[in-house]
């Protein structure tokens, strides 16, 4: 009774903060936490595109190639990436041994896959060695991972979920999200910042006509009109290596020039910053592009070198745009792309109205249940129902205790499991009733009743928490959420309904002495 009593209390107080607020709470300030259908919000499940993450890695070890050929003249008529390999034509078979050397020396992750002769060129292609493929494939999930929890975590949502889910696509739970869509902008966003310098010694004109020099590369900026409002596309003929990208920067913050107009002002890391000013030393008088997914956003020209460790990227925006450009710059690029494979969106009023419902049928079902109970079991069933609220009571204590969430299935879970806590102590009276009619002596009756009905009770409980465990396994949010509900419920009302109701039992008929009882 002692035992009983005190997990009564305990369960008492953890749920204190649901019911009473956070201010109540004596043990903990938790709270039941409520699923997205629930309180409101947003779900995504979001699949890493690990393919571009491995041709992003080769197009960059490509470009660095290339210039590392020219520097130990290596001549070669063309170095072009065909999805995942590198083709290069060499000039002639001299030139094949000191590129074996070069990619001894630098780039151990390639591997030559063929060689051939056509005419007098040389014909070589490259791949990735399949441990350093899998292992980009690997860590661009990871990273991903990672680069979306800073994200969401700067943007400003209360206990959010982010989970990873099989071997490529990362779970989102944002509840009380207001704006979906400017959160799924921040969280899709790719956000790949990369330096470059213009191409000023090849014509922009013939470039756009078909004729694009090697080594080079068309990209667009964006050109907005103050006065209509019309924006358009302004070309850009651009280097491809890559000088400096986003693992550069440290911070990026929203300020404001002389005429209130919001840009991005960034900070370099501590190595980003010596790598900046070493870039624009070499290239005083010529233009550098500031590249944002692949948009050109502004040219500036390299006056002089530039020491300090800042830079700063302007354009068109708005506050807003401003504020989430800073957030995912802080926050890193993502390794390769993100794609949406689902999304619920789901109102707070809807939430709460789902709620409101929730606990209606509760009560309903919990009042027809102990009405039924005491009507066709009398005294005997108001224990069963005082086992049925210490059961609900517990269910409640432990989810808060175990930070589960409590979704509509698992409310659902909840009503199902009003039914069968008392479902084990029917099988128990109707044992007790049978023993009464042989003759049996009360105490010996109700023993007999608990013991021959405890496989029953216990297989009926088994098969149940097997079927919930296997929903729990192979069943993703909702259909959790009602598993986790049940698997609870169903422990939960072994306990009250075999151990709580057989020591009231024990206690009520050792100490009163009582000789019938009416069931």
């Given at each position: 009774m002692v035992f009983i009593g005190l997990v009564l209390l305990l369960s008492v107080l953890v749920l204190l903060p649901t019911f009473l607020g956070e201010g109540a709470g004596l043990l903990t300030k938790r709270k039941v936490k409520l699923g997205l259908d629930l309180q409101?919000?947003?779900?995504?499940?979001?699949?890493?595109?690990?393919?571009?993450?491995?041709?992003?890695?080769?197009e960059r070890l490509k470009n660095d190639l290339r210039e590392d050929m020219r520097e130990k003249r290596i001549f070669s008529l063309q170095t072009e990436r065909h999805d995942h390999e590198i083709h290069i034509l060499l000039l002639n078979e001299d030139m094949l041994p000191p590129l074996e050397e070069l990619l001894k020396d630098r780039y151990p992750s390639l591997r030559i896959l063929s060689s051939e002769r056509s005419d007098a060129r040389i014909k070589v292609v490259l791949g990735l060695d399949p441990r350093e493929e899998a292992r980009i494939r690997r860590s661009a999930v990871e990273q991903a991972l990672e680069t979306i929890r800073n994200r969401i975590d700067q943007f400003g949502v209360a206990e959010p979920e982010i989970l990873r889910h099989g071997d490529r696509d990362i779970l989102i739970q944002l509840p009380g999200v207001k704006d979906p869509e400017r959160a799924k902008a921040i969280i899709g966003r790719t956000a790949m910042l990369e330096f470059k310098l213009l191409d000023e010694e090849h014509s922009?004109?013939?470039?756009l006509a078909g004729n694009i020099p090697p080594g080079s590369e068309i990209l667009y900026g964006v050109m907005r009109d103050r006065t209509t409002g019309r924006t358009k596309r302004v070309p850009y003929l651009v280097k491809a290596k890559t000088l400096l990208t986003g693992d550069a920067i440290k911070d990026a913050r929203v300020a404001f020039d002389?005429?209130?107009?919001?840009?991005?002002?960034?900070?370099?890391?501590?190595?980003?910053?010596?790598?900046?000013?070493?870039?624009?030393?070499?290239?005083?008088n010529r233009r550098l592009a500031i590249i944002l997914d692949g948009t050109v956003y502004s040219a500036p020209v390299i006056r002089e070198k530039i020491s300090g460790g800042r830079a700063v990227i302007e354009g068109d925006f708005t506050l807003e745009e401003a504020h989430d450009l800073a957030i995912v710059l802080r926050a890193g690029a993502l390794p390769a792309p993100v794609k949406i494979l689902e999304e619920r969106t789901v109102g707070p009023s809807l939430g709460k109205d789902l709620v409101e419902r929730g606990i209606k049928a509760i009560v309903i079902g919990g009042i027809l249940v102990v009405l039924f109970m005491v009507l066709y079991y009398r005294w005997a069933g108001l224990v069963a129902?005082?086992?049925?609220?210490?059961?609900?009571?517990?269910v409640l204590a432990i989810m808060v205790l175990l930070r589960a969430t409590l979704t509509l299935p698992g409310i659902a879970g909840l009503v199902l499991t009003v039914g069968m806590a008392v479902d084990a102590n029917i099988l128990i009276f109707e044992r007790i009733k049978e023993e009464l009619r042989l003759g049996k002596p009360l105490l010996a009756a109700v023993e007999a009743g608990y013991s021959r009905a405890l496989l029953t009770v216990l297989d009926a409980q088994i098969t149940t928490l097997i079927a919930a465990i296997v929903l729990f396994q192979f069943g993703t949010g909702p259909i959790k959420g009602f598993a986790v509900t049940l698997s609870i419920g169903i422990l939960s009302s072994l306990f009250t309904a075999i151990v709580v109701t057989k020591t009231i039992f024990d206690w009520v008929l050792s100490s009163f002495g009582l000789k019938e009882l009416k069931i």
């Open positions: 409101g919000g947003m779900y995504l499940l979001l699949g890493v595109e690990t393919e571009e993450a491995v041709k992003s890695t080769l922009l004109k013939e470039a002389r005429f209130n107009r919001p840009y991005i002002s960034l900070a370099f890391t501590p190595w980003g910053a010596k790598e900046f000013e070493r870039i624009t030393a070499e290239n005083v129902d005082f086992a049925l609220l210490l059961n609900l009571l517990i």
